[in-house]
């Protein structure tokens, strides 16, 4: 469920890195009426970033150590080769506290990672969100690292509420995490393409067969998630016997599309454990 309408936060928010899914962040805690931009701070090394930042009231600053200061709630949401870096230069810069909740929404960078680079006392968030972020409808999945604990998972599960949904999971489910929710608008952005382009064979327009293939898939997604019926349920609900839709489901079972599905969600999984060095025993 979303956060209510009246909730607020109590809580200066800081965003070292400015980028698209820092603003989808920071514009959907206001827009719910969360915050406001004088709560708000950021960095980036590109002003026109913070000058976007600024035009919603947020405060923009040109070091990470001042962003941290002036926060409550400091989002590393930099590249992930990065992360440790901006963990060191803030804990060095004497300005990461043990009241500070960390949230990381870099893919593949382990707690272990920067509780090394932050020092152990800290309280680290590790969230992988998806890019749906950007139209207040991600999916994402946390995991709690250090000292971080019941109020911070609090706060963060509030804030990304804001802005879709967002579950609690062991570290070691993560890449899993990554396989369904973190790569998976590309998979289903491939299923609207191709839905597209059948429709277009038949004799659509593009821009028709495009825009009832992705209602298709938002509708469908809907009903899953309100009825709480299995997904298979919902498609033989669908499939008349000896109609078009069952002839349809047949061509897509001959293609093998359920074992292209699950195993591109393996690979991506196996993928993210890799460039996080993790190894499968």
Request: proline fraction near 4%.
């Amino acid at each position: 469920m979303s956060a209510p309408m009246d909730v607020t936060l109590d809580k200066r928010i800081g965003f070292i890195g400015a980028g698209q899914m820092a603003e989808a962040l920071a514009r959907g805690l206001m827009n719910r009426g969360m915050i406001t931009g004088s709560q708000v701070c950021c960095s980036d090394p590109n002003s026109a970033r913070k000058d976007l930042f600024k035009s919603f009231g947020a405060t923009p600053y040109e070091s990470n150590v001042d962003v941290a200061k002036n926060s409550d709630v400091i989002f590393i949401a930099v590249k992930p080769n990065y992360v440790a870096v901006v963990l060191e230069e803030i804990r060095k810069g004497g300005a990461l506290t043990d009241k500070h909740t960390v949230v990381s929404i870099a893919a593949g960078v382990t707690l272990s990672t920067m509780l090394q680079a932050a020092g152990p006392t800290a309280r680290i968030v590790r969230v992988m969100p998806n890019t749906p972020c950007l139209v207040g409808e991600v999916a994402a999945a946390m995991c709690l690292g250090g000292k971080a604990d019941e109020s911070d998972e609090k706060v963060v599960r509030t804030m990304f509420e804001a802005v879709g949904k967002i579950y609690t999971v062991a570290e070691n489910l993560l890449s899993a995490v990554t396989g369904v929710s973190g790569s998976g608008p590309a998979y289903i952005f491939m299923v609207i393409e191709a839905m597209a382009d059948g429709g277009v064979k038949a004799g659509l327009p593009r821009d028709i067969s495009q825009a009832l293939a992705a209602q298709t898939v938002l509708g469908s997604a809907k009903m899953v998630l309100e009825t709480g019926k299995h997904p298979g349920a919902l498609k033989d609900m669908v499939t008349s016997p000896g109609g078009t839709t069952i002839a349809g489901v047949h061509e897509l079972e001959k293609a093998g599309i359920r074992a292209a599905f699950m195993n591109c969600v393996v690979a991506a999984a196996n993928r993210a454990d890799e460039l996080a060095g993790v190894s499968k025993l």
